[in-house]
């Protein structure tokens, strides 16, 4: 009986362990892809005001929603 005890010990401390390492990665994983997803709207954001100042008063610089550059 103190066997099989301490083996669920031993059983439930391995769980714990892998438990913490996969939420330990999961928070990195969110950390890095939270990252690329700034830099990337921030570089649409440049991208944007970049083509504004190339362009002249009246030009009719008009950003929408094209279903073409979200469609994949």
């Not at 769980?15 to 990252?35: D, G, M, P, W, Y």
């Not at 008009?62 to 073409?68: A, H, L, Q, T």
């Amino acid at each position: 009986m103190n066997n099989n005890l301490a083996l669920n010990k031993s059983y439930i401390s391995l769980l714990e362990e892998i438990k913490q390492t996969f939420q330990h990665s999961r928070l990195k994983a969110a950390i890095v892809v939270n990252r690329e997803l700034l830099q990337f709207y921030w570089e649409v954001g440049n991208l944007i005001i970049q083509k504004q100042q190339q362009s002249s008063w009246g030009d009719k610089l008009k950003f929408s929603r094209d279903k073409r550059f979200f469609k994949d």
